[in-house]
């Protein structure tokens, strides 16, 4: 075997609490009880957990938001099969691979993963939700995700949306990022896979295009008018954003394969909603009067962009994981009831749901 020189890792989140060595193939990552404890100084969000006591009485315990720092929580290095006939010490392409995995490790986290080069020391603490559980990095192994799916299949620029969207506080911006992943998966997905015109319904195009061209040349002549509007007559017959988005979500499972209307009408909101947002740079008013309840919805509608770009990653790469598979089950429901991981996303404010949850768990029992 060989082995490049070791690479820190900042702000990896790991989740282990005993020192310990994992091999995400061909990566060997180290995780020493200094760098537990320095995992144990990140920045933490405020947290309510529905559990229970040492009587067996169901309870809510809430503990606060903590400020943290980002510190080293981790080594890294490279390791070459004796197949691979190359100068593991002085292989230029090492960082670039260490690279990609921090990429990764920030995907698969929710966390910015930086390598110590990376650091400037204006890293902010803001950081998103883990796709995968907390047991992911113990089970992994060998089936480390695809590494070259991921660059085949161009979704290296999808993941710096992601991570960026993830590593801001800003709503509007976090929307932004996952939108923008999101139109690039869709696009992409309907370029290659998407379905085409029939051939009889192709014709039919050309001969509607060449009357609207001959109506607009005989009315308007060659003035600017004209040569502006002509080159852009086809994009009337282009399929819309909403038609390959709605294909898409299809053939990922995330929408029934014959949506009825109220589905139909989610997607479409949800569509508007963040496209509005990267358009005009604001939270549409008419999703809701009260401000705050604008705030909310926009905050599913980003969670929601968010996990269907994350699926679908996963399955280019070949995670998996069991929070990956919930996620898609949560996406399913949202469109076929308007509920997301138990939030009535249109017809319930926030406080009113961590409400309801809590009294419900509270009271399961209290008639035993």
Known sequence: MKYSKTFSL????????????????????????????????LSRRAITKLTWSPQGKPVVSKTPAKVGRILKTATVRRIYSKSEDIDARNNPLVSDEIGDLCLLLSFLTGRRVFQESEMSGLEGGHYGESVVGRNYFLTAGPNWPGVSSLHREGMFPVLWAMVNSNSTNDMI????????ALDTISTKWF??????????????????????????RDSLKNSSIANDVLPRISGIFAPSALMKLR??????????????????D????????R??????????SEIHENLNRRGEIAASVLAI???????????????????????QEDI????????????????????????RLEENWLNRYSGI
Not at 310 to 327: M, P, R
């Open 10 to 41: 900042y702000n990896f989140d790991h989740g282990f609490d005993k020192p310990t060595t994992i091999r995400l193939n061909p990566f060997e990552i180290k995780i020493s009880q200094t760098n537990i404890n320095a995992a144990a100084k």
């Open 191 to 216: 370029k290659s896979e998407g379905q085409t015109y029939r051939e009889d319904e192709q014709d039919a195009i050309r001969e509607t295009r060449k009357k609207i061209e001959a109506v607009i």
């Open 247 to 264: 294909s898409f979500l299809i053939s990922q499972g995330l929408l029934s394969q014959e949506p009825d209307k109220e589905e139909r």
């Open 305 to 327: 962009t968010y996990d269907v770009c994350a699926i679908y990653i996963s399955k280019v790469a070949g995670i998996n994981d069991f929070q990956i598979n919930k996620s």
């Open 275 to 284: 496209n509005r947002v990267v358009h005009s740079a604001d939270i549409p």
């Open 266 to 273: 989610r997607l479409k909101l949800l569509n508007s909603i």
């Open 173 to 180: 911006g976090k929307i932004c990022y996952a939108s923008a």
């Open 332 to 355: 399913v429901k949202f469109f076929k009831s308007g509920i997301f991981r138990g939030h009535k996303v249109f017809d319930e404010d926030y406080e009113s749901f961590s409400a």
